[in-house]
């Protein structure tokens, strides 16, 4: 009888045991084997076809791996299409159950690496499953605690890239949950990388056994139950930090692409986690494509709610009355069992969208990033990261020699990332004459005319060199354009060509923008309550260029928080417990109309803008655009409109592509011109000239010239240096942007001034001598307060006498037409007002108009 009840009870036992033993997978297992064989067997057409014996030994990911392991990296990456070219049915079945798949994937590379590598760092429980037998797992001794492991251990894994197709948010669905794809969107916040849990072991607190490895997913996950037998403790867990393995950890919000809109929706976002070496991949600005998989995850979102949240609790229907008497029902108070926050809404079933990406790619990253190569060998560390490496050693700035050597090395690895034609197109463009109207008629073709602010805009594009003294100050090298002008003069044309001629480039409106939004913005985080910096429009466009449409209908108060961005190329921010100092190394090309909507000639650029005197100052050119009326220019703009309508492209021809633009312009920042001696003497010439001409009275500046308008011109001489690709910065480059600084801030062309009309017959003098005239009657006012006419003429004649600016035989002359000048400003200008009249108007008593602005 005992041994049939033994017999029984090893039967029921083994039953159990079946009944409880884990089910494998069929379908992953398959995948690990093939996944295998493809590391182990995959061959590219280049190593196939090559003539060195040892590329043509091993696959093409082993040398991958090798690599991996060489730079101590944990991804390997994957090409997508290399999986398609060896068995299309393996590709699909991973595109298909990624998430199922995918550690098995990850197992089969641990496999691989250990097999082939004898790697003893990888942990066995990467690989394999908790060891079972027949009871069950295996039980550790409750007084033995396990030997320390190596801290060493490395978990690898698989990121796909090149999977196509390319999606956007808006085409996530719940199809998509699960499945390998692609999505593109700009980012516009990343969080901090904190240690995340992959893969815990924890010590019982009441008997100090360990527990097997338990991996984590989404949450904080404990063991069910202690392995020691004799312990019922389910609950008090300690975790072990020695055993435990953790990774990196990022989360990035992305935005859809300003092209990627419908019309009349809202731009939709998305938060994307980051794993490993994917950590800083992305920054803010970049315009990025993710591959990775969807999944849901509840929204915790709503927890975080004050203390009014009403707590429900529900009464159970055990009777007919829901009270336990029999009575009628429970009413609005009965949840039917049902216990949560009322705020919560607890019969709601919600989840938010969360995209796990394993691998980042810029768009723009050819255009962008020094060293990006499209070779297969160099693709794992080029193609998936923007920028430096955080981690290499800084260098002196003030070590000449080894920043020539890395431009040297940089500028020839761009030139290897190019195709063969384009390396030609490059040596082309060099041997080219004239290169610089050439290429300064290839920016905006598609707008008539406007030749100087085109070149602006060009020098622009390839900017002067950014430097640093001793002290660390940095001084920037990016120009800041403002540009104008009447209504339909194409000065939106200009900002618009820039947004998609040109990545990181970023387009607002001054009107609709707020000192928070063209810098940055400190936002709460729903889910963690932690303050985060979400980035504005000159730190999304840092490193490009940011256009600010209807510049000067910008509130005072957001103009000055501009100021610090435009000129030491930082945002400070101290906000919410939050100090920091944020770069936004961009330029600005600035549109703006004049105050009242059309350009007075006969006011100086500060007076027909609404805009600061400091602001001004950090503008390095200002072009006026005006709409005059000439037939003959009036009939070459319609028909340069009309073809462009009739023929689009062919209504233009350029001299050069908008690629070969690019490629070009991107070769040419490889090169740091220095100023010569000869060029040093020649701007301390014209900044003296410009100076001088500032304070006297025959010129009418625009505003104050400062040392930033030598600065300004230094960075204009370098941007045509590198234009030329020119190493040192030479006398002809400096004539140029002195001529270039002179024409865009200190002279605008004006008509003669009317100052009499006798019989139809106008009397007019040239504008510079009205100001001339002007001027010094104000000065000679504000001098000597309230004075008759007769003695402000006299007194103004005397001081042009004593200057040597009119002959004594000419003084008749003179104090007529400057009595003429005193009328028009009484009647005109209102810039006099008459404190006493008189029928003989040169004894009347004048002074300056209370509201007339000197400037």
């Known amino acids: 009888m005992i041994s049939t009840d033994d017999n029984n009870d090893k039967e029921v036992q083994y039953n159990t045991n079946q009944q409880n033993a884990k089910v494998k997978d069929e379908l992953a297992e398959y995948i690990k084997t093939a996944f295998i064989e493809f590391l182990e067997l995959f061959k590219t057409s280049e190593q196939l076809i090559s003539k060195n014996k040892a590329f043509r030994e091993h696959s093409f990911y082993y040398y991958q791996v090798e690599k991996m392991k060489n730079e101590q990296k944990s991804n390997l990456y994957v090409d997508y299409g290399h999986l398609e070219r060896y068995r299309e049915d393996l590709a699909n079945a991973i595109r298909e159950n990624y998430y199922r798949l995918e550690p098995s994937i990850k197992k089969a590379l641990n496999m691989f690496i250990r097999k082939t590598f004898k790697d003893s760092s990888i942990d066995d429980s990467v690989i394999d499953d908790p060891p079972l037998d027949e009871n069950g797992p295996k039980d550790m001794d409750v007084d033995t605690k396990p030997a320390k492991k190596d801290h060493t251990r490395v978990i690898y894994n698989i990121c796909f890239f090149n999977v196509t197709p390319i999606l956007k948010i808006r085409d996530l669905r719940t199809a998509r949950i699960g499945t390998l794809c692609t999505i593109s969107g700009t980012v516009t916040r990343t969080s901090e990388i904190r240690p995340e849990l992959i893969l815990g072991k924890f010590y019982c607190m009441d008997c100090s056994t360990s527990s097997n490895i338990i991996p984590q997913q989404f949450k904080y996950t404990e063991p069910s139950k202690c392995l020691n037998p004799l312990c019922s403790n389910t609950r008090r867990w300690r975790l072990n930090m020695e055993d435990s393995t953790f990774t990196d950890w990022q989360k990035v919000r992305i935005q859809e692409n300003s092209t990627e809109i419908p019309s009349g929706s809202m731009p939709r976002s998305l938060e994307i986690i980051l794993r490993g070496d994917s950590v800083e991949s992305a920054r803010a600005g970049d315009k990025c494509l993710f591959v990775g998989t969807m999944n849901v995850v509840p929204d915790v979102s ?420 590198r234009l030329n690709l020119d190493t040192e910065v030479k006398a002809n480059y400096v004539q140029e942007a002195a001529r270039l600084l002179q024409k865009s801030i200190i002279h605008v062309e004006t008509d003669d001034v009317e100052i009499e009309e006798i019989n139809d017959n106008r009397i007019t003098i040239s504008s510079e001598k009205f100001f001339q005239l002007s001027k010094s009657v104000i000065y000679y006012t504000m001098k000597n307060g309230s004075s008759k006419q007769k003695d402000i003429i006299s007194g103004v004649i005397q001081d042009f006498l004593e200057a040597k600016q009119i002959e004594k035989s000419h003084v008749k002359g003179e104090s007529e037409i400057l009595e003429k000048v005193i009328n028009r400003m009484i009647k005109r200008e209102k810039s006099l007002v008459e404190i006493e009249s008189n029928e003989n108007e040169s004894e009347r008593i004048l002074d300056k108009h209370p509201n007339f602005n000197v400037e």
Do not use: W
């Open 302 to 721: 709503r927890m975080n709610i004050g203390n009014n949240a009403s707590v429900i609790k529900g009464v159970p229907n055990n009777t007919p009355g829901g009270d336990g008497k029999g009575g009628a029902s429970g009413g609005k108070d009965d949840f039917g069992g049902v216990t949560g926050l009322k705020d919560l809404g607890v019969r709601e079933m919600n989840y938010k969208i969360c995209f796990f990406s394993h691998s980042v790619k810029s768009t723009e990253s050819k255009f962008n990033v020094i060293n990006s190569k499209s070779d297969d060998m160099e693709m794992e560390d080029n193609q998936f990261k923007t920028g430096i490496n955080s981690n290499a050693e800084p260098k002196n700035p003030l070590d000449d020699d080894d920043e020539d050597m890395e431009n040297e090395n940089s500028q020839q690895a761009f030139l290897n990332s190019l195709t063969e034609k384009e390396r030609q197109s490059i040596e082309k463009m060099k041997n080219t004459e004239n290169l610089y109207n050439h290429l300064a008629q290839s920016i905006a073709p598609s707008v008539f005319g406007h030749k100087a602010i085109k070149k602006g805009i060009l020098l622009m594009l390839f900017g002067g060199v950014h430097k640093k003294t001793p002290e660390k100050i940095r001084l920037r090298g990016d120009i800041n354009i403002c540009i104008v002008g009447d209504p339909s003069t194409s000065k939106s044309s200009f900002l618009k060509y820039l947004v998609a001629f040109l990545p990181r480039s970023v387009y607002t409106s001054g009107k609709a923008s707020s000192a928070a939004g063209l810098t940055a913005t400190v936002v709460k985080d729903p889910e963690t309550g932690d303050f985060n910096i979400e980035a504005g429009a000159l730190m999304l466009a840092d490193n490009g260029i940011c256009c600010i449409d209807e510049f000067d209908k910008m509130d005072p108060k957001d103009q000055v928080a501009i100021h610090e961005a435009m000129e030491q190329q930082t945002i400070s921010i101290a906000k919410a417990g939050i100090h920091a100092t944020l770069n936004a190394r961009t330029s600005i090309l600035a549109a703006a109309n004049p105050i009242g909507g059309r350009y007075d000639i006969l006011k100086s650029l500060a007076a027909n803008l609404n805009i600061g005197g400091p602001l001004m100052s950090r503008f390095d050119l200002f072009y006026v655009v005006q709409d005059e009326c000439s037939p003959e220019i009036d009939r070459r703009i319609a028909e340069h409109i009309v073809a462009v309508h009739q023929k689009k492209d062919k209504a233009f021809k350029s001299k050069f592509t908008p690629d070969e633009l690019k490629n070009y312009i991107k070769y040419s920042k490889f090169v740091k011109p220095v100023i010569g001696a000869e060029a040093a003497q020649l701007l301390e010439f014209h900044y003296k000239s410009l100076r001088q001409n500032d304070t006297a009275s025959t010129q009418r500046a625009s505003y104050r010239i400062t040392v930033r308008q030598l600065e300004s011109m230094i960075r204009l001489s370098e941007a045509l240096a």
